[in-house]
């Protein structure tokens, strides 16, 4: 996609400032929050595959693991959607410090899902490498 | 769940809440319950309580936040909902007409005279219940608390949090603890007060306040149990709240000793029915005084009241027939000449100050207890002597007289 953009632009636009624009939008493409949003079901179904957790602690254990650019409300509502999918299952539990918090965790479908997911990423991933290998090369 | 939080963070939940208000309502609940657990977290992450801009540094405004939801979630993109919009709207609409219009009538009528305080008093009244029924009837039975969704509700209820929050905690707790208790009282002892007032007795007034004040309290309770009941409530608190200070006012400057109650029938007195001028006996209009001296001759008087202000009655004589004649013109020589024949021609009228009456003999031997008629001959006042202007002996005991400045 990506090299498709690049390779288009200069044909279509001649004059500067439309290569310029469409640079801006390659750049913004590989912002890592943009690029966070394909992926970000497989990262939150793998955070969950160690252990159960509620919103929050899903949002810190992405944090921790170097998703630093992931937006609250978009883990919120990624749970949301896989719950909805019929891939997570939800319970309430009691917490000392507040509130009643709300745990969410892989069932079987989303167990499938997971293993899935990592066998698409990890061959997009594996192609992409070899793709920037042999462009470097 | 929602109830936990306070302040900004309640006002960024309710404005996520309303951006995602097309959402069915199961779905809309279960997410709003992860958004109130989240932001319970994030508002831990501050030190003090997060303020409506720190928490829009972190999450991005409420409208983004509610996006990223939406998109995330796979929600379908926000429709638009008139519908639903329109209730709390129209409701919000109908309640600020209520709480502006009824008032604004009914302050008109107590500005006013007697007979416009009744009428504008029943218009003000019909138009808050009317337009207070009409926004209950918006809602059409979901929840009150729609109106907060709206925009403007939304606006107004972040304005009135930030006031709140001005005040400390612990005066917040007291004013509620102690200041709405004594508020219902105040409120319901001050409206059914009024309204009783106008019968003119003080013991139905005092009756009246307890019983306003017994009903307002139960309101009061009512209105906690049933938001609805705010459409009412609030047009009627903004009428107490403008009565209340001007009826301690009047209290205050009319400087009775007997309290709220005693100088709520001065009020009554001068708002109501006995705002008429002139002279008063007993209940009746005075339209001419006769003066005797002691030996039964007529005099001729100026008359005075205890602060030496003139006790003027309109002039009744030909005067007022001359189409040039201020017929607004007051005189305080007793016995006003009045018009014996030729009413209403300027050439043929006669008029006479003799006294349309035999004055009765006076009593001979009770001088210290003069009655209301004539005093008894024996003293020694000159006939025809003009008197200076002191004070009257109208004030004796036995006589009662109600005296009001003619304006």
Redesign the interface.
């Known amino acids: 996609m990506c090299s498709s953009v690049v390779g288009r632009a200069p044909r279509d636009r001649s004059e500067g400032s439309g290569l310029a624009v469409h640079l801006m939008e390659v750049v913004e493409a590989m912002d890592p929050s943009q690029l966070l949003k394909g992926v970000l079901d497989l990262a939150v179904l793998a955070v969950l595959r160690d252990a159960d957790g509620y919103g929050y602690d899903v949002l810190r254990r992405l944090r921790a693991a170097g998703l630093e650019d992931v937006a609250d409300a978009s883990v919120y509502g990624t749970l949301r959607r896989l719950f909805a999918a019929g891939a997570l299952t939800s319970y309430v539990q009691p917490s000392e410090e507040g509130p009643h918090r709300k745990y969410y965790g892989l069932n079987k479908t989303g167990l499938d899902l997971l293993a899935q997911s990592t066998k698409t990423w990890n061959h997009f991933a594996d192609t992409m490498s070899v793709l920037l290998l042999e462009e470097a090369a | 769940?929602n109830s936990?939080l306070t302040g900004p963070v309640a006002t960024y939940l309710a404005q996520v809440r309303a951006e995602l208000s097309d959402l069915p309502p199961g779905?809309l609940a279960?997410?709003l319950?992860?958004?109130?657990?989240?932001l319970?977290?994030?508002a831990?992450e501050f030190e003090d309580e997060p303020t409506a801009a720190s928490l829009q540094e972190r999450?991005?405004t409420p409208q983004?936040?509610?996006d990223?939801?939406?998109?995330?979630?796979?929600?379908p993109p926000r429709k638009a909902t008139p519908k639903e919009k329109t209730g709390g709207e129209t409701a919000l609409r109908w309640g600020i007409a209520a709480a502006i219009v009824g008032p604004f009538f009914v302050v008109i009528g107590l500005a006013n005279g007697t007979e416009e305080t009744l009428f504008f008093g029943v218009i003000g009244l019909i138009a808050l219940f009317g337009a207070a029924y009409l926004g209950v009837r918006a809602l059409r039975g979901s929840n009150p608390e729609v109106v907060l969704e709206t925009r403007r509700g939304q606006q107004a209820a972040e304005s009135i949090r930030g006031m709140l929050d001005q005040v400390p905690p612990n005066v917040r707790h007291e004013l509620v603890t102690i200041g709405q208790p004594v508020w219902w009282v105040a409120r319901g002892v001050v409206g059914g007060g009024a309204i009783f007032a106008m019968s003119g007795a003080s013991a139905v007034t005092v009756v009246g306040a307890l019983a306003g004040a017994a009903v307002s309290v139960w309101i009061g309770r009512k209105t906690q149990q049933d938001r609805r009941w705010l459409w009412y409530v609030v047009p009627l608190n903004v009428i107490a709240t403008i009565i209340v200070p001007i009826w301690l006012a009047f209290s205050f400057v009319g400087g009775t000793s007997s309290g709220v109650f005693g100088s709520g029938d001065d009020y009554s007195a001068s708002s109501a029915s006995y705002r008429e001028s002139g002279l008063w006996l007993d209940g009746n209009q005075v339209d001419n005084i006769y003066p005797f001296d002691e030996q039964g001759r007529q005099v001729k008087v100026r008359l005075y009241d205890q602060s030496g202000n003139p006790i003027n009655l309109p002039v009744q004589d030909c005067r007022i027939n001359t189409p040039e004649s201020n017929t607004d013109s007051v005189s305080n020589t007793f016995p006003q000449r009045t018009i014996t024949d030729g009413y209403g021609s300027s050439e043929n009228c006669k008029d006479s100050d003799k006294a349309p009456f035999v004055p009765p003999p006076a009593p001979a031997t009770t001088p210290a207890t003069p009655s209301a008629t004539p005093t008894p001959p024996g003293a020694s006042v000159t006939p025809g002597k003009t008197p200076t202007p002191t004070p009257p002996t109208s004030s004796k005991p036995g006589v009662t007289l109600t005296i009001t400045p003619t304006r």
């Open positions: 769940m936990t779905e279960d997410v319950d992860d958004v109130s657990g989240h319970t977290e994030v831990a999450l991005g983004q936040y509610a990223e939801l939406r998109t995330a979630a796979g929600y």
